[in-house]
């Protein structure tokens, strides 16, 4: 059992209580530790979202209560990117900094869960994903994301403070595949087991220019690391969904905190208030279009998973940027970090597909894999065998 340590300076830890809430004894996932992002309700310990203003309370989480049945011990909630509207892990606290490098960001929203995995201070840890949330972070900390097809009755997003409810899914960060397809496993009763990758096709998604040499080069080795064991890979295309999901997600965020942008200055970092801001002024009409573009965009990728048995695509456009760092350079030139790293990762967000991070060769560069929805049991055993055959 991994336990959090005394000091944080990474500032990877917003609650640490005198004592852990210990799982009951004897569970399939008895002997394991987890983190809980700063968005679950978790009775007796506080929630604030990484942010210094107020948030609405989401009630109990039925996930956390449903692991700790199940034998897992949650130590202590985790900083995530203020209010999850973000992906560097900047917040009203100082921001979560990468483990192993001190001037770089470890990736959001999921900042303080990945970087508790990645220092092995939990086993898992508890995210949420709503356009990559889990996935960048676990790229760029070189561990494990999984985001779970929209809706899954195991992993409930009840309890959870909304950022876009559209959107958002809860999924879990640990140190490899097997330890990930444990808890899914005990949450759902099925049978996760290595799949086979021979015959398995893959429709490979690494856009001209939309990432730096080095991931172009990752992902390249990876798809041909599963060539090797008999998949076959083609390459595919799909478009940037921004238009779809970013008056979706502002719109939806600005809902959720109401009362707090009643007041001239809640609280929100100057980023945050402006993004709210921008969500509160997204009309209606502008939101049903984006839910019409949303639509077209998700037969796209019906048709994709349809000719194909997963996608692999980049998790994240370049290794970790700096702390600060605003634009990233990729082969299309330089770009903002938002829409650089958002357009690889919001489409299986948007659209609700299964998608696993894994890591790379190349050290904090992770790859996607994107599975059928509801195939998630499948997914994780795609990613089961990588592990083993490593």
């Not at 959870?160 to 097997?178: F, M, N, Q």
């Not at 080069?217 to 990876?222: F, G, Q, R, S, W």
Request: with cysteine.
């Amino acid at each position: 059992m991994t336990r959090p340590p005394t000091d944080d300076p990474q500032r990877a830890w917003a609650y640490r209580p005198e004592q852990p809430l210990v799982g009951t004894p004897g569970g399939p996932l008895d002997g394991l530790t987890f983190s809980v992002k700063d968005l679950y309700g978790v009775p007796g310990w506080p929630l604030h979202a990484s942010t210094r203003a107020p948030v609405p309370d989401p009630g109990e989480s039925p996930l956390v209560a449903r692991l700790l049945a199940l034998g897992a011990t949650a130590t202590g909630k985790t900083h995530l990117h203020e209010i999850a509207l973000g992906i560097t892990g900047l917040n009203g606290y100082g921001g979560t900094t990468h483990p192993r490098e001190p001037s770089r960001v470890p990736g959001g929203s999921s900042s303080g869960a990945a970087v508790s995995v990645a220092l092995g201070q939990v086993d898992f840890a508890l995210g949420t994903d709503t356009g990559g949330s889990i996935r960048v972070p676990a790229a760029w900390c070189g561990v494990v994301g999984f985001k779970p097809t929209k809706g899954h009755p195991a992993w409930s997003t009840d309890g959870v403070l909304p950022l876009s409810w559209t959107c958002d899914h809860a999924g879990p960060l640990a140190r490899d595949v097997a330890t990930v397809a444990r808890v899914h496993r005990a949450l759902t009763t099925s049978a996760v087991t290595p799949q086979d990758w021979n015959g398995v096709r893959v429709g490979l998604w690494l856009p001209d220019g939309w990432t730096d040499d080095t991931v172009h080069a990752a992902v390249t080795v990876y798809a041909h690391d599963l060539e090797t064991r008999g998949a076959t890979v083609q390459p595919v295309t799909f478009p940037e969904v921004l238009d779809a999901y970013s008056p979706i997600v502002l719109s939806e965020a600005a809902h959720v905190h109401t009362d707090a942008l009643r007041q001239d200055d809640p609280g929100f970092l100057p980023f945050t208030l402006g993004a709210l801001r921008q969500g509160q002024a997204i009309t209606e009409a502008e939101y049903r279009a984006a839910f019409d573009r949303r639509a077209a965009y998700g037969a796209l990728l019906d048709g994709l998973l349809t000719a194909y048995d997963v996608l692999l695509a980049p998790a994240v456009p370049t290794p970790p940027p700096l702390i600060g760092q605003d634009e990233v350079d990729i082969g299309e030139g330089r770009v903002p970090l938002r829409r650089a790293v958002l357009r690889l990762t919001a489409p299986f967000s948007l659209l609700g597909a299964p998608t696993l991070a894994l890591p790379s060769a190349a050290p904090f560069v992770g790859v996607q894999l994107v599975g059928r929805h509801g195939q998630d049991d499948r997914l994780l055993g795609l990613g089961l065998a990588l592990e083993v055959g490593r």
